[in-house]
């Protein structure tokens, strides 16, 4: 999944292997790992539906939502 992601644009934190950060132009999006789930923060609603629609189309998930 890690290259999955680097590939897809994130950028991997290098003091915690788990956080990885998408930019696009002023938009964020924070991904953390913990075990099996996946926690996001973001500060646009379109950039967090645009990597769940690929996330999704790649993995099987389930989006709890906000």
Same mark, same amino acid.
């Given at each position: @999944?890690?290259?999955? !992601? #680097?590939?897809? &644009? %994130?950028?991997?934190? #290098?003091?915690?292997?788990? !956080? %990885?950060?998408? *930019? *696009?132009? /002023?938009? !964020? +999006?924070?991904l953390l ?5 996946? %926690? +996001?923060?973001?500060?646009? =609603?379109?950039? *967090?539906?645009? $990597? @769940?629609? =690929? $996330?999704? =189309? *790649? $993995?099987r998930v /389930?989006? +709890? &939502?906000?």
């Amino acid at each position: @999944m890690v290259g999955w !992601l #680097v590939q897809y &644009g %994130f950028v991997q934190c #290098v003091t915690d292997h788990y !956080l %990885f950060v998408l *930019r *696009r132009g /002023k938009e !964020l +999006l924070y991904l953390l790992i913990w075990v099996d789930d996946l %926690f +996001l923060g973001h500060n646009s =609603a379109s950039l *967090r539906g645009d $990597f @769940m629609v =690929a $996330f999704q =189309a *790649r $993995f099987r998930v /389930k989006d +709890l &939502g906000p």
